[in-house]
């Protein structure tokens, strides 16, 4: 039977090596016209379609093999970086967490994704008049919207708010706001509390 030190040492670069292959695979895909971006992107950015862009959220970052993985959509793709690769908004590769979206400006070769450019989107500024706390939050959705007289939207992609939402929320996506406008309530002095995925 094989000990446990053995396991993880021939699972490491299974998972390397299939990370490596389904980023080969997605580079055929792009070859294909399949958009490197998240569903919602392109609601919200104006780029060109056939920019060499990848955004989506980030996944993880392996430093032994120079690698970054980057959530899009539904799958991960996987990028390569070099000591040209730039970085932008963050200090260091370690200190991006799974709350940073990405845009990473990448050049294609036969083997993959390697990353000229890395933007982690920098955290939205909210004012503190404006923010609640998670127990306020927590006390809120104790009452539901009704007796707590607020209303609870999801500024999320669909897709996010079908994984899982607060209770009580609706979905009013970002960029159809201008669209579901009868999700807003009519009594204009009534609490409307909004919440997307993260600090971003």
């Known amino acids: 039977m094989m000990n446990n030190r053995y396991r993880r ?19 055929s895909a792009a070859d294909e016209g399949k958009a490197l ?9 104006n780029f060109d379609p056939k920019a060499k ?12 093999a120079n690698l970054l993985t980057v959530k899009v959509g539904p799958r991960p793709v996987v990028v390569k970086l070099t000591d040209q690769t730039k970085l932008e908004n963050a200090k ?25 450019k890395v933007t982690v989107k920098p955290p939205l500024k ?4 404006q923010l609640l706390s998670t127990q306020e939050m927590e006390k809120l959705v104790a009452l539901g919207p009704a007796s707590g007289k607020f209303v609870l939207l999801d500024s999320r992609p669909p897709y996010r708010f079908q994984e899982e939402r607060i209770p009580g929320a609706q979905n009013m996506p970002l960029p159809n706001f201008d669209k579901l406008t009868n999700l807003l309530p009519q009594d204009k002095g009534q ?3 909004f919440y997307c995925q993260g600090s971003t």
Not at 57 to 62: A, G
Not at 100 to 107: C, G
Not at 126 to 129: A, F, I, T
Request: hydrophobic share 40%; charged share 15%; proline share 6%.
């Open 37 to 45: 971006w998240g569903p919602n992107c392109l609601n919200c950015h």
């Open 126 to 129: 909210v004012p503190d008049n």
């Open 191 to 193: 609490m409307v509390i």
């Open 92 to 116: 260091g590769y370690r200190d991006i967490t799974g709350d940073n979206a990405l845009k990473i400006a990448f050049e294609e070769k036969p083997d993959g994704y390697y990353a000229q």
């Open 53 to 64: 862009l990848i955004m989506g959220d980030f996944q993880s970052y392996s430093r032994q």
């Open 9 to 27: 040492l021939l699972i490491g670069p299974l998972l390397l090596a299939a990370g490596l292959f389904y980023g080969t695979g997605l580079a």
